[in-house]
């Protein structure tokens, strides 16, 4: 297959992902100490590590690993439907929905935690659903040592499993140990470290505040994405729109006439519902009193949620009528066609500087004794990354024009030594600008 279909897969690193290389090509024995160094947990890390040693450090193979967890995301959202409306070919029919889904192909090409994240989240759900109380609480052991934030979707099942149980709390205390016992032991040995991270990153966020509601952000860019044409786009964000009113106007109806049947997906899925909500409720709150935490990327696992619930509203929606559940039919069939274009065109698109371009066309260039410096301290990480893999060897240093600039979450990776306040004079320096161009400075 030529690379220009799967191009988002073969672009170079951007910061976050040579953040995670730097980290992962570490030997055992230094690895610990240097994952200890981030804001994120080390599952994703660890597992890039062994990842990386056997399929090499390139672009394609080290962000398949988020492909895979991608596609175990969409298995067991396909499990959860399939359990939901007890019919495995309508099951298959909808699964489409979150395998094309533009907005998680972006990150299923990422060499990031947040594909593995949002499948996590999904199988500790799915076994929840089943029953199987032991593997779901593994799983959740597993998000706790993955993403920080996966302690509000932990959070959210807690609340919603209290609200569940309410009346019959003590009888169930063996169940809520099963289920909440192995998690909360991770997180309380992760305790002190996250104490410790949280109180440094309060002091300087690089996350803006969201528009308020939240929910509202996060929904334009579940449906809307970002790597394909505007056309397309806007065509798949109204039919969701469409899709999405549709089910939430049934399911208000459904609250306020209920039929009193002993179970239906109607009523199984408000689970869904909840831990859709729920984490991006929790998000606002924390925003409003410490410092914003919301980033689209942080509730990816609201999304397959929420299209099962959306999915489970439609069907039950369909059997009222033969004439609209032929609409409904109608539209998701072009909802899904559209999501085939955005899916082609979301892989066949770039976004990253293109920053080892950049520096292998200064190496063929400079002399032994320039250095390279990039034009913004955010751009360090990946040009640290591909100087480190290059057979010629030249400095690279990070310019900030204050020491207090270099305060920053962010800069954590950049050590003292590597840290400039003026530029040398009596040395060439080449500048890459946040675009992936570069020149030599003074000649610009």
């Given at each position: 297959?030529?690379?220009?279909?799967?191009?988002?897969?073969?672009?170079?690193?951007?910061?976050?992902?040579?953040?995670?290389?730097?980290?992962?090509?570490?030997?055992?024995?230094?690895?610990?100490?240097?994952?200890?160094?981030?804001?994120?947990?080390?599952?994703?890390?660890?597992?890039?590590?062994?990842?990386?040693?056997?399929?090499?450090?390139?672009?394609?193979?080290?962000?398949?690993?988020?492909?895979?967890?991608?596609?175990?995301?969409?298995?067991?959202?396909?499990?959860?439907?399939?359990?939901?409306?007890?019919?495995?070919?309508?099951s298959l029919w909808i699964t489409p929905s979150i395998l094309l889904n533009?907005?998680?192909?972006?990150?299923?090409?990422?060499?990031?935690?947040?594909?593995?994240?949002?499948?996590?989240?999904?199988?500790?759900?799915?076994?929840?659903?089943?029953?199987?109380?032991?593997?779901?609480?593994?799983?959740?052991?597993?998000?706790?040592?993955t993403h920080n934030i996966s302690l509000l979707y932990l959070t959210s099942l807690a609340?919603?499993?209290?609200?569940?149980?309410?009346?019959?709390?003590?009888?169930?205390?063996?169940?809520?140990?099963?289920?909440?016992?192995?998690?909360?032991?991770?997180?309380?040995?992760?305790?002190?470290?996250?104490?410790?991270?949280?109180?440094?990153?309060?002091?300087?966020?690089?996350?803006?505040?969201?528009?308020?509601?939240?929910?509202?952000?996060?929904?334009?860019?579940?449906?809307?994405?970002?790597?394909?044409?505007?056309?397309?786009?806007?065509?798949?964000?109204?039919?969701?729109?469409?899709?999405?009113?549709?089910?939430?106007?049934?399911?208000?109806?459904?609250?306020?006439?209920?039929?009193?049947?002993?179970?239906?997906?109607?009523?199984?899925?408000?689970?869904?519902?909840?831990?859709?909500?729920?984490?991006?409720?929790?998000?606002?709150?924390?925003?409003?009193?410490?410092?914003?935490?919301?980033?689209?990327?942080?509730?990816?696992?609201?999304?397959?949620?929420?299209?099962?619930?959306?999915?489970?509203?439609?069907?039950?929606?369909?059997?009222?009528?033969?004439?609209?559940?032929?609409?409904?039919?109608?539209?998701?069939?072009?909802?899904?066609?559209?999501?085939?274009?955005?899916?082609?065109?979301?892989?066949?698109?770039?976004?990253?500087?293109?920053?080892?371009?950049?520096?292998?066309?200064?190496?063929?260039?400079?002399?032994?004794?320039?250095?390279?410096?990039?034009?913004?301290?955010?751009?360090?990480?990946?040009?640290?990354?591909?100087?480190?893999?290059?057979?010629?060897?030249?400095?690279?240093?990070?310019?900030?024009?204050?020491?207090?600039?270099?305060?920053?979450?962010?800069?954590?990776?950049?050590?003292?030594?590597?840290?400039?306040?003026?530029?040398?004079?009596?040395?060439?320096?080449?500048?890459?600008?946040?675009?992936?161009?570069?020149?030599?400075?003074?000649?610009?």
């Amino acid at each position: 297959m030529p690379k220009s279909v799967l191009a988002i897969f073969y672009q170079d690193y951007w910061r976050d992902e040579a953040i995670s290389l730097l980290i992962a090509s570490k030997n055992l024995k230094e690895f610990f100490p240097f994952a200890a160094k981030d804001i994120h947990p080390p599952l994703y890390y660890l597992l890039l590590h062994f990842w990386i040693k056997l399929f090499s450090e390139s672009e394609f193979a080290t962000r398949s690993l988020s492909l895979i967890c991608h596609l175990l995301l969409v298995f067991f959202s396909y499990q959860i439907l399939k359990h939901l409306l007890k019919n495995r070919l309508i099951s298959l029919w909808i699964t489409p929905s979150i395998l094309l889904n533009p907005f998680l192909i972006k990150y299923a090409a990422e060499a990031r935690a947040y594909s593995l994240f949002g499948f996590l989240v999904i199988a500790a759900i799915f076994f929840y659903l089943k029953k199987r109380f032991f593997l779901s609480s593994f799983f959740w052991a597993l998000t706790i040592i993955t993403h920080n934030i996966s302690l509000l979707y932990l959070t959210s099942l807690a609340i919603f499993w209290f609200w569940q149980n309410k009346k019959r709390f003590r009888k169930k205390i063996r169940q809520f140990t099963l289920i909440f016992g192995l998690p909360i032991l991770v997180f309380l040995l992760r305790i002190k470290f996250i104490w410790s991270q949280s109180a440094r990153i309060g002091q300087r966020f690089w996350i803006k505040p969201a528009p308020f509601p939240i929910f509202l952000t996060a929904f334009k860019a579940f449906f809307q994405g970002q790597l394909y044409s505007p056309k397309t786009r806007m065509l798949n964000y109204r039919l969701a729109l469409a899709l999405i009113l549709i089910s939430f106007f049934y399911w208000i109806i459904k609250r306020i006439y209920p039929q009193k049947t002993r179970k239906s997906p109607d009523q199984q899925s408000l689970i869904l519902v909840f831990l859709s909500f729920a984490p991006l409720v929790l998000i606002e709150s924390i925003s409003l009193i410490w410092i914003p935490l919301y980033h689209e990327k942080v509730v990816i696992p609201s999304l397959p949620l929420f299209i099962i619930w959306i999915a489970c509203a439609l069907l039950k929606l369909g059997k009222i009528s033969r004439s609209l559940k032929l609409s409904l039919v109608f539209l998701a069939l072009i909802y899904n066609f559209t999501l085939a274009f955005g899916a082609k065109e979301t892989l066949a698109a770039t976004s990253k500087p293109p920053i080892r371009q950049a520096v292998n066309q200064i190496l063929l260039k400079a002399k032994e004794t320039d250095i390279i410096i990039p034009e913004s301290p955010l751009n360090f990480p990946e040009t640290k990354y591909y100087l480190n893999k290059s057979a010629k060897k030249l400095p690279v240093l990070a310019f900030f024009k204050e020491p207090e600039e270099s305060f920053h979450v962010y800069y954590i990776w950049i050590e003292p030594e590597e840290r400039i306040y003026k530029y040398p004079q009596d040395q060439n320096v080449w500048i890459i600008t946040l675009d992936g161009k570069y020149f030599l400075r003074g000649n610009q």
